[in-house]
């Protein structure tokens, strides 16, 4: 099994954003809420795994694979 996603992340970046606005535009019940908060932790944490392989892919191509990261 890979370790990518099942979805891109743009796809996810743009599910994440949509979910957002609705959780600020409120109107939703307590559950609905509480589902869209749990759902955009996961897309949160798809664009970060994501994000973090083009990081990893980046350095190993620039050959900076062993430098320790500057965050």
């Known amino acids: ?38 759902r955009g932790e996961e897309l949160a944490r798809i664009c970060q795994t994501w994000l973090d392989g083009a990081r990893e892919r980046l350095a190993a191509a620039s050959g900076t694979a062993d430098a320790p990261e500057s965050d």
């Open 1 to 38: 099994m890979s370790d990518q996603p099942e979805i891109s992340y743009e796809q996810a970046r743009d599910e994440l954003i949509a979910t957002v606005q609705r959780l600020e535009t409120g109107g939703t019940t307590l559950e609905e809420s509480l589902a869209l908060w749990e």
